[in-house]
């Protein structure tokens, strides 16, 4: 089944303690990309890969990270959460930029 | 900077009925636009997209407008059905080099009453 996984669905965590949010995507997609959910926010866009090795901001990348070195995968890890991150976390994919992404089921995470 | 707006939280309509969700936009440089809808505790699944050189997409119940000089889009749904009833985001993307960067609106809540 093509689909685009999320691990863990749900963290709660402890503001400074380093965490890493898993992507993971069957459908040999080049594009992936990580957004954040907040109440009357809508969906702000943290960083996008275009390809293997090419990553790039979005609309709020501060306080994350992220990596591209095998085509499937794309984690989201933030070396220090604050409360401020905590949010419901979708990750997407997409065979390009230019088309409708596939969004994974989300991650809730609370940072105490 | 919210360059993505949808200025109606929620929208309430009967089964059968047309329902309008709005979406406007200020970046000029956005050339694609898409709706998706989401239903709770899941992801967000792409319903409809258009480009800027159309006015209008059409698809099943579904229909896209897109009024450019106004810098608007809206999402009909003809005839409604309960299960139409989720979040529905608007997004936009730009030309050129950042195509990659999607940009969404607040989402409107759509309830349709059986």
């Known amino acids: 089944e093509a689909q685009v996984t999320q691990n863990p669905r749900y963290l709660i965590t402890v503001t400074g303690k380093k965490l890493t949010v898993t992507c993971s995507q069957n459908?040999?997609?080049?594009?992936m990309s990580w957004y954040r959910q907040d109440p009357g926010l809508g969906l702000r866009q943290i960083y996008y890969?275009?390809?293997?090795?090419?990553?790039d901001k979005g609309d709020v990348p501060e306080g994350y990270k992220v990596s591209r070195k095998e085509k499937r995968n794309f984690p989201l890890i933030l070396e220090s959460p604050s409360p401020n991150q905590t949010s419901l976390y979708f990750c997407?994919?997409?065979?390009?930029?230019?088309?409708?992404?596939?969004f994974g089921p989300g991650t809730r995470l609370l940072v105490l | 900077d919210q360059q993505v707006k949808q200025n109606s939280p929620s929208l309430s309509v009967q089964e059968g009925r047309i329902s309008i969700l709005n979406c406007d936009y200020t970046?000029?440089?956005?050339?694609?636009f898409l709706w998706y809808k989401k239903y709770p505790a899941e992801g967000p699944t792409f319903l409809i997209s258009?480009?800027?050189?159309?006015d209008k997409n059409e698809d099943g119940r579904f229909t896209v407008f897109l009024n450019k000089s106004a810098k608007h889009l809206s999402l009909h749904i003809v005839p409604s059905q309960p299960g139409d009833s989720a979040v529905y985001f608007c997004?936009?993307?730009?030309?050129?080099?950042?195509?990659?960067?999607?940009?969404f609106g607040q989402g409107t809540i759509l309830t349709v009453h059986p």
């Open positions: 997407a994919s997409s065979p390009s930029g230019k088309r409708p992404q596939y």
């Open positions: 459908m040999n997609h080049e594009y």
């Open positions: 890969s275009m390809n293997v090795e090419v990553t």
């Open positions: 970046n000029s440089m956005f050339d694609y």
């Open positions: 258009i480009s800027s050189i159309k």
């Open positions: 997004a936009a993307r730009a030309s050129g080099t950042s195509y990659g960067k999607l940009t």
